[in-house]
């Protein structure tokens, strides 16, 4: 297993407690920022050397939440900084790391629920997370005559370090229980229940779905 992050400090915690949850040494941490071309392609050339040139399931995972702010007062570095992390990112984390997957691999993205709820204060990473729903579309036609399937989640309101919903904890925890409350199941979500629907995606039990998007939300979207 390989991953990836900006922070060597956060990476090599996070390496250990793979390392230790595992009880193994085959958790790899590779310093990579997805906003530079440069050190994908050194990723992917480091992910050729330790895994023999083959790849099995690419898991596309970088994002920020950026700025909420409304439309207007967005800017270009803000615009900038959410979709060359959410977007660019992605698009050519998949591109360096292509040449590696073979048949039967697959490739998931972790998107958002906002990509399909209008909300007007994160048109830019909600527009982010739309384009990348479009490219797991196009990617799917792309890489299906090599047998590599391209599908994606999508959660609902999950405590994470992505972002800060505000910057008082007080009003954190009031924002984040009025989006809970939206939920059909009342509550927010849970990482593990996220990752559950990334394991299934990239099992054999999930070996007829490709292009598609699923909703772990707690019923928000309906």
């Known amino acids: 297993m390989i991953i990836t992050g900006q922070s060597q400090e956060r990476l090599n915690s996070a390496v250990e407690q793979l390392r230790a949850e595992h009880k193994e040494d085959s958790v790899h941490g590779v310093l990579a920022d997805v906003r530079s071309i440069k050190q994908l392609s050194v990723l992917a050339e480091t ?3 330790l895994f023999d040139g083959h790849l ?4 596309v995972n970088s994002g920020v939440l950026g700025k909420i702010v409304p439309f207007e007062d967005m800017d270009e570095q803000e615009f900038d900084f959410t979709m060359d992390i959410n977007f660019k990112g992605a698009f050519f984390t998949v591109q360096k790391l292509a040449p590696l997957l073979s048949f039967g691999s697959t490739v ?10 209008a909300r007007p204060a994160t048109p830019v990473y909600a527009a982010s997370k739309a384009a990348g729903r479009s490219l797991l579309r196009s990617l799917a036609v792309h890489l299906a005559p ?10 609902g309101p999950v405590p ?4 800060k919903l505000a ?6 925890a009031k924002k984040l229980a009025a989006v809970s409350a939206a939920t059909l199941l009342q509550r927010a979500g849970k ?8 394991v299934f995606l990239a099992s ?5 779905l490709t292009g598609t998007d699923i909703f772990v939300d707690g019923g928000l979207s309906a």
């Open 167 to 172: 910057d008082d904890p007080a009003d954190i």
């Open 191 to 198: 990482p593990e229940e996220i990752a559950q629907a990334v």
């Open 56 to 59: 099995d399931i690419l898991f």
């Open 160 to 163: 994470t370090d992505i972002g």
């Open 108 to 117: 998931i993205f972790d998107l958002s629920t906002v990509h399909d709820k």
């Open 204 to 208: 054999d039990e999930s070996s007829y």
């Open 146 to 155: 090599r047998g590599i399937r391209v599908n994606a989640v999508s959660p």
């Open 47 to 49: 992910t050729r050397k």
